[in-house]
């Protein structure tokens, strides 16, 4: 549900929709306009409303550096960067631009191109670990979702297709596990529930009781879930 941050009343005749800089939703509504019909409004406009918070809020946010010192999120954590001299961290015979072996080491070549770097680690990392958890749910809890997809999307954390295709976009993975998780579970009820009735958060609160809180932690920490 889009969070009513500001909600002015005046004697306009029409509703106004307003995302402040700092991503919060101003709305201006006419005196007598009934609150459930202000809800609707903003429900169908929400999709406009996320992308728009999406789009402020990665404005604000200093662009990265990608130099020492630097922290990037992983499952959760802050994780600093370290440049690492050319030749860089091997595994094998096989260099590796960038690696995370207690710290983030990423190659002073590669530093030119660190975002697209950084892009392909979370990418590999995500197909990993969402492969994994979607396994584990699917498997404990008798679901059977289809093709799985890694997305680059910014403001939808995960999709269920009617075929069965779920998809969770690679920035998941900078969230905590139980973050993830929700996200996956939520995906997964969609294969038997494709609506968000009250038949489908049972569905989801009877695997994850705690889901209100990741839910939340997800809308507060969105915009920092970004390189």
Request: hydrophobic share 40%.
């Amino acid at each position: 549900m889009i969070e009513i941050h500001k909600l002015v009343r005046s004697k306009r005749k029409t509703l106004s929709l307003v995302v402040e800089t700092n991503g919060f939703l101003t709305v201006r509504a006419p005196l007598r306009m009934k609150e459930a019909d202000i809800r609707r409004f903003i429900e169908a406009k929400a999709d406009w409303i996320k992308r728009k918070q999406a789009r402020v809020r990665d404005e604000a946010r200093a662009p990265r550096q990608y130099v020492d010192g630097e922290m990037f999120r992983y499952l959760g954590e802050e994780i600093p960067l370290r440049l690492v001299p050319a030749e860089g961290p091997r595994r094998g015979n096989q260099k590796s631009a960038l690696v995370m072996e207690g710290v983030f080491k990423l190659t002073v070549s590669a530093q030119p191109k660190a975002k697209s770097v950084f892009t392909a680690w979370y990418r590999q990392q995500a197909w990993r670990v969402l492969t994994e958890r979607v396994s584990y749910f699917a498997r404990n809890h008798d679901f059977k979702p289809g093709k799985l997809r890694i997305s680059s999307a910014r403001t939808r954390w995960g999709s269920c297709s009617a075929k069965g295709t779920l998809s969770f976009t690679w920035r998941l993975v900078m969230a905590p596990l139980e973050v993830i998780d929700y996200v996956v579970v939520h995906e997964l009820c969609h294969l038997k529930e494709m609506n968000h009735s009250e038949s489908f958060w049972a569905q989801v609160e009877m695997i994850l009781p705690d889901y209100k809180s990741c839910r939340k932690w997800l809308k507060n920490n969105a915009a920092n879930l970004q390189l």
